[in-house]
């Protein structure tokens, strides 16, 4: 069959493998698009994941922040319930 097919692009003048050629120049274009497409999505996102951890980290370290005013907040009211106990005991 393959004989017939090389046999009749001969004959017609033509490249037997021509439409075949084409069809895999065709997609070598539409993967190299593909792989370009994916590289512009993966800078993208290696963007969006420095921004994202920067954010993170900035957030990690006011809740840091926070937690201690809380907990300086919590002693000094124990503190002054302390104070209230003995002077009410007075």
Known sequence: RIEAVAR?????????????????????VKL????????TEKAYC?????????KKS???EDVAKLTSKIDQAAA?????KEQIQELENE
């Open 58 to 60: 900035e957030l990690e």
């Open 76 to 80: 000094r009211s124990a503190e002054l």
């Open 46 to 54: 290696d963007e969006q994941m420095t921004k994202t951890e920067a």
């Open 8 to 28: 009749y692009g001969a004959s017609s003048g033509g490249d037997p493998f021509g439409k075949i050629k084409g069809l895999i120049q065709d997609m070598i």
């Open 32 to 39: 190299e698009k593909e792989m370009a497409d994916e590289a």
